[in-house]
Structures are given as structure tokens and as C-alpha cells.
């Protein structure tokens, strides 16, 4: 069984919110290590940009390896996928980018006052 870690930005089939259909785009793995056995928890990634408050950037060069476009991670976005379903890992986030990602991923999912 290949390993997964935070951070890793990988391809699948990911599912439009209706689940009516899927189409093949990359996201990242944002569960702790810890946790990463047979179900991930990942953040969808678009080259749609929106820059909005639930956009985070992706800078090509706090990347191991390039995107073919300009991408966002979009934080709200989230859910649970079985590690069979990754067709592939595309690259991984330096660990100071994914702590700042992680950071307003949390920020977007705390409680509010």
C-alpha cells in the first residue's frame, strides 16, 4: 500500500457536489499523518481563481514540482476519500506553505462568535 502524507497534492476522481458525476483533478491531503490509513481527508484544488477569503493561493515555487496552471486550494472544500481512489501523486507542499494552509482551513472552520 503506497503511502500518503500531508501536504501531498494528488489526482482522483473527484465528485461534483450533486455526486451526479466526477472529473479527474488534483487536490491535497490535509489529515495528519497519524491519521492517514485508508481514508484522507483532502481540499479540493482549481485553477479557477476567485481570491476570495476561501482561497489560498498555490505559489508555483513553495511547490516541489509546478502545476500546469495557475491553482488555488479551496478551503472550504473538503471531504473524505479511500486511499484507492488516488490515481496518482503529483507533488507536495514545502511544510511552511502547508502550515499556512492548515492555519486558514482551521480559521474558516472554527466556531464562530
Avoid at 501536504?7 to 472529473?23: A, E, F, M, N
Amino acid at each position: 500500500m503506497k503511502n500518503f502524507n500531508q501536504g501531498d497534492i494528488v489526482l482522483l476522481p473527484y465528485p461534483y457536489t450533486d455526486l451526479s458525476r466526477s472529473k479527474k483533478r488534483p487536490v491535497v491531503i490535509i489529515s495528519k499523518d497519524s491519521i492517514n490509513r485508508q481514508n484522507l481527508i483532502v481540499a479540493k484544488i482549481t485553477s479557477v481563481i476567485r481570491n476570495d477569503e476561501l482561497s489560498f493561493h498555490i505559489n508555483q515555487n513553495e511547490i516541489d514540482i509546478k502545476l500546469r496552471k495557475e491553482s488555488e486550494v479551496r478551503t472550504n472544500e473538503l471531504f473524505t476519500v479511500h486511499r484507492s481512489l488516488i490515481i496518482k501523486k503529483i507533488t507536495q507542499f514545502k511544510k511552511a506553505t502547508l502550515q499556512k494552509l492548515i492555519s486558514q482551513i482551521k480559521e474558516n472552520i472554527s466556531v464562530s462568535s
